[in-house]
């Protein structure tokens, strides 16, 4: 079993930053894909970001790309979003998904997810 803990949400201004962080636990690091998604009031749930933990191949939603960033600190079992220049648009319950299948987790379909943190992003 794996467990997944989000943290690093919370309300900041159009322009601002926040980086959000899923510790992982319960897994072989390595042996796991990771993701992030996002889902806004009255939206459906969409998909963010995602990085094969094993090595270096990462995607991201177009309407993120060179806005955030996913990386991962292998000493801690923590993926990290890093995200720049967000608008009010980027509101939304974050939430980290992960699985053994690089494909799975992109589409939304990964094993396991988080409880979620909330983004906010005032005008």
């Known amino acids: 079993q794996v467990q997944l803990v989000e943290s690093g949400g919370g309300l900041v201004q159009a322009g601002g930053s926040l980086r959000l962080s899923c510790v992982v636990s319960?897994?072989?690091?390595?042996?796991?894909?990771l993701g992030w998604f996002r889902q806004a009031p009255g939206k459906d749930r969409e998909f963010v970001a995602a990085?094969?933990?094993?090595?270096?191949?990462?995607t991201y939603a177009e309407s993120v790309k060179g806005r955030f960033t996913i990386s991962k600190d292998v000493a801690t079992s923590t993926v990290w979003l890093q995200m720049e220049n967000l608008n009010p648009e980027d509101t939304a319950v974050y939430y980290c998904?992960?699985?053994?299948?690089?494909?799975?987790?992109?589409?939304?379909?990964?094993?396991?997810w988080g409880h979620g943190t909330q983004v906010t992003v005032s005008s």
């Open positions: 998904a992960a699985g053994r299948s690089f494909g799975m987790v992109v589409r939304g379909t990964g094993e396991y």
């Open positions: 319960g897994r072989n690091f390595y042996a796991l894909s």
């Open positions: 990085a094969r933990l094993s090595g270096s191949e990462t």
